[in-house]
């Protein structure tokens, strides 16, 4: 049973970058704080990155669970994601964005998580924000994280998991682990609610590309400092699909061998059902494609 602990969906994006606009043209294209950038694959018309298209990838590449997160750039994306979960309410975790305001403990409830963009935040010291931590503990919900480059943030980060012991956490793109100080995020999964989880990995090692030898490099320095059991695979879907298929994003730890079978089961899935919550989910049946 795979596994992903981070993608993205979105009805309309209508985000911000750098307090310029962000939002969809055609083709896959974005306007990008007055940049057009390939946001999404080109297939993606319309601009709208649907469950029902997810759904799809996650079939074809036999992946059984995924967790929903979200991004500034993308725009609060709540109100559709929870849709998204009423039609694949065992298939999915999703996450409401937190925004640097207060966020009503009901609407929290709705959620699986809180998505906080920690590297976007206009205050960047964490421990302004420990209320948002506070109701994610009292709620029982986990809190998925992005933080700033390095280890910018990660005493307070470290203050917080222990002012919250109970709290579940998730580190996410692999603790920015092309930049100075990333081993810093990862030790904070020394603590034993706090994971890690790669998404973006693929597009932190996009220079090197497919099979990226030294992501799997970097997995197996993660390993060394926080313990296998403690490290989830993610896809970032579906940004880095402009460069790789939904499939590849996972293929290159499937088919390694400086990872053990053992190993790649837990990254893949057997750590995410744990942290997450998920049931035991049906994989999904292997379709043999024209190529094979």
């Given at each position: 049973m795979i596994i992903d602990a981070h993608l993205h969906l979105w009805d309309r994006?209508?985000?911000?970058?750098d307090e310029k606009p962000v939002f969809a043209l055609c083709e896959g294209k974005s306007n990008?704080?007055?940049?057009?950038?390939?946001?999404?694959?080109?297939?993606?018309?319309?601009?709208r990155n649907t469950a029902e298209m997810l759904i799809a990838n996650m079939n074809y590449a036999r992946v059984s669970g995924c967790v929903v997160t979200q991004e500034y750039i993308d725009g609060n994306q709540d109100r559709y994601l929870l849709e998204c979960k009423k039609k694949y309410p065992e298939r999915m975790k999703i996450c409401c964005l937190y925004e640097e305001r207060e966020i009503d403990s009901e609407w929290i409830g709705q959620f699986d998580g809180i998505k906080i963009c920690a590297g976007r935040l206009r205050d960047q010291n964490l421990l302004h924000?420990?209320?948002i931590f506070a109701k994610a503990d009292r709620l029982g919900r986990f809190i998925s994280?992005?933080?700033?480059?390095?280890?910018?943030?990660?005493?307070?980060?470290e203050k917080l998991i222990k002012m919250y012991p109970d709290l579940r956490i998730a580190i996410g793109h692999f603790g920015m682990v092309t930049t100075n100080g990333w081993e810093e995020q990862i030790a904070l999964a020394r603590h034993k609610n706090v994971y890690v989880e790669s998404g973006g990995i693929t597009w932190l090692f996009h220079k090197e590309f497919y099979p990226y030898p030294s992501a799997i490099q970097a997995i197996r320095t993660a390993i060394g400092i926080c313990g296998i059991e403690k490290i989830m695979w993610g896809s970032d879907y579906p940004r880095t699909m402009?460069?790789?298929?939904?499939d590849m994003s996972k293929d290159f730890i499937e088919k390694t061998s400086a990872l053990s079978e053992?190993?790649?089961?837990?990254i893949l899935g057997e750590n995410a059902k744990d942290f997450y919550g998920f049931p035991d989910l049906d994989v999904p049946e292997?379709?043999?494609n024209m190529v094979e």
């Open positions: 994006q209508c985000g911000r970058v990008f704080g007055g940049e057009i950038r390939q946001m999404m694959p080109p297939y993606m018309l319309d601009g924000h420990k209320e994280i992005d933080l700033s480059d390095g280890d910018l943030q990660v005493k307070e980060m402009t460069a790789i298929t939904y053992e190993e790649k089961n837990r292997k379709i043999r």
